[in-house]
C-alpha cells in the first residue's frame, strides 16, 4: 500500500552549475547501487538524466523566452509499501504506472526503488519542464492529497492494501510528508489570523490598540489609501490586507470593531478543506456497446476503463465505511433526499427573492410616478395632460400593478424592511447554493458508486442511472 507519506517535493536552485550538481546529488541517492533493487525510466537514461533534464530545459528557455531558473528544476515523489506485500520489480512498476499518470507522460521521470529498508520504497525523479517543451509543471494547493489518491486508486486497481486512517491533524486535513519530519509553519495568512484572535482575547479598548496590539506581537501595521490596513509579518515580503476577501469571513476591520464592542464573537481561524474527490463513472455495459458495433480495440479500453470505475467505487465505499450494502444504500437514498430537499429550498428562496426584488422597483416606479397621476387627477384626467405624461402614467400604473399582484392584499412593508429582507435572502442563497453543488457532487458520487455495485452483483433495477441523470 502506498503510505500516507506519498508526497511531491519541488527542487529549486539557480541554473547552470548549481544545478547540475542538485540533480547529480539527488539522482545519485536515488541510484544508490547499494539501495537500488529495481529501476525503469520514460524519455530519459537514468545515468544522464541531470543532462537530459537541463537539454530540455534549455530547448524550452530558447524556444519560449522564459528563463529556466524560474521556479523549480525537478520534482521528487515518495511511495512506501508495506513488508512483504509486494516485490521490488512489482513496486517499481507501481511507482512507473503513478508517474505516468501523475505526469500525463508529458514529462520525463525515472522509478528508482530501494530495499535498504524493511519496507520497500520508490524515489520518482520528474523534470519540471514538459518534454514538448510546451509548458512547466507547478505546484498546487492540495497536490499532496491528490498524488495520494491517485497512488491509492493505483493500489485498489493492483489489488493492494491502502492505509484506511492516514495520520491527520485537526479537522480532517492529512499530513504531507514534510509535517511527518517537521510541523509545517503556518502561511503569512495564518499567522496574521492567529495573531489577530490573540490580540482580541486581550480585550482592546477600542480599534487604535487593536493595533497597537498587533504591532507589539511584532506585526508592522500599514496604513494605504482608503483606510485601507494591511500586516506585514517578520520575514514577509508581501503585506497580508485586513478584510475578509483575503482572510475570510469576520476579518474585516468591521468584523473587528464590533468584536471589540461585544456585538460578535471572536471568529473562528479557518481551515483548508481537502481537495474534492474524484468524481466516479458509471461502468459500460461493454455487450450492449460491441453489439453496436464496437471493435476489439474499444472492448480492450473498456475493460480497463471498468476495472479502474471499479477500483474508484471500492475506493469510495472504505473511506466512506460503506463496507455493508445496505449501508451504501442507505447512505445513497439520504444524498439523494438531500440533494432534493436543497433543490426545493433553494428554488423557494429565489422565488422570495425575485418576489422581493420586484416588489422594491415596483415601488420606487410607483413613487417616482405617483406626483405625475396625482397632477393628472387635479387635471381633471385632461387629454393634454395625458399626451404629455404618456409614459410615465403607463409606469405609474404597471407599478401598481405589480404592487397589487405581489402584495395579494398584504401590506406594503417598508423600503427599510424590504432591502434588509433582500440581503438576507441573496445570503442565504449563496450560502444554499454553495450547499446545493456539493449535495449534487456527492450525489451522483453515491449513485454512480452504487449503480456499479448494482451491477457487480446482478442488481439491474435502472433506478439508480435514473438518479444519476436527474
Known amino acids: 500500500m502506498l503510505t500516507a507519506t506519498t508526497y511531491i517535493r519541488p527542487y529549486k536552485v539557480a541554473a547552470g552549475k548549481g544545478a547540475v550538481q542538485t540533480m547529480e546529488e539527488r539522482f545519485n541517492y536515488g541510484l544508490n547501487p547499494k539501495k537500488l533493487g529495481a529501476l525503469s525510466s520514460y524519455l530519459c537514461d537514468p545515468a544522464t538524466a541531470p543532462a537530459e533534464f537541463l537539454l530540455v530545459k534549455s530547448q524550452y528557455q530558447a524556444e519560449m523566452g522564459r528563463a529556466v531558473e524560474r521556479g523549480a528544476l525537478f520534482f521528487q515523489i515518495r511511495q512506501a509499501f508495506p513488508p512483504g506485500e509486494v516485490t521490488a520489480e512489482e513496486a517499481n512498476q507501481i511507482g512507473y504506472e503513478t508517474a505516468m499518470r501523475w505526469t500525463k507522460g508529458k514529462y520525463q521521470f525515472f522509478v528508482c526503488t530501494h530495499t535498504d529498508k524493511s519496507h520497500l520504497h520508490n524515489h520518482i525523479y520528474f523534470n519540471s519542464t514538459a518534454f514538448d517543451r510546451s509548458r512547466k509543471f507547478h505546484n498546487f494547493i492540495g497536490s499532496s492529497f491528490a498524488l495520494r489518491r491517485l497512488s491509492d486508486r493505483v493500489c485498489v486497481e493492483h489489488d493492494l492494501s491502502v492505509i484506511q486512517n ?15 519530519i517537521v510541523e509545517k509553519p503556518p502561511s503569512a495568512k495564518q499567522r496574521v489570523r492567529l495573531a489577530i484572535v490573540e490580540a ?21 501595521v500599514k496604513h494605504g489609501r482608503g483606510g485601507v490596513i494591511s500586516f506585514l509579518a517578520p520575514g514577509q515580503d508581501k503585506p497580508t490586507r485586513l478584510r475578509a476577501s483575503t482572510l475570510g469571513d469576520g476579518f474585516d476591520p468591521e468584523d473587528i470593531r464590533a468584536m471589540i464592542a461585544g456585538e460578535r464573537p471572536i471568529p473562528e481561524l479557518p481551515q483548508e478543506a481537502p481537495a474534492p474527490a474524484r468524481r466516479v463513472n458509471l461502468i459500460i455495459d461493454i455487450q450492449e456497446r460491441m453489439a453496436q458495433g464496437k471493435g476489439p480495440a474499444y472492448e480492450r479500453w473498456a475493460k480497463v476503463y471498468n476495472l479502474k470505475q471499479m477500483a474508484a467505487a471500492l475506493q469510495y465505499l472504505r473511506e466512506n465505511d460503506l463496507m455493508d450494502y445496505e449501508a451504501l444504500a442507505a447512505s445513497t437514498e439520504k444524498a439523494v433526499e438531500r440533494f432534493h430537499t436543497l433543490s426545493e429550498e433553494l428554488r423557494q428562496t429565489e422565488a422570495e427573492l425575485e418576489k422581493t426584488s420586484g416588489l422594491m422597483a415596483a415601488t420606487v416606479d410607483y413613487a417616482k410616478t405617483r406626483p405625475v397621476f396625482d397632477g393628472y387627477k387635479a387635471a381633471r384626467y385632461s387629454k393634454k395632460y395625458l399626451s404629455e405624461h404618456e409614459a410615465e402614467l403607463a409606469a405609474y400604473r404597471a407599478a401598481r400593478a405589480t404592487m397589487n399582484e405581489l402584495l395579494d392584499g398584504a401590506k406594503l412593508p417598508k423600503m427599510a424592511d424590504m432591502k434588509k429582507s433582500r440581503q438576507e435572502l441573496a445570503g442565504k442563497k449563496k450560502a444554499l447554493y454553495a450547499e446545493y453543488r456539493k449535495a449534487q457532487a456527492d450525489m451522483r458520487q453515491a449513485v454512480a458508486v452504487k449503480a456499479n455495485i448494482d451491477h457487480l452483483l446482478g442488481v439491474t433495477d435502472g433506478r439508480e442511472n435514473k438518479a444519476q441523470e436527474r
Open 200 to 220: 482580541l482575547k486581550k480585550q482592546p479598548a477600542d480599534f487604535p490598540a487593536f493595533l497597537r496590539l498587533m504591532e507589539e506581537t511584532g506585526f508592522l
Open 166 to 180: 492516514p495520520k491527520q491533524h485537526s479537522k480532517g486535513r492529512y499530513l504531507h510528508y514534510g509535517q511527518w
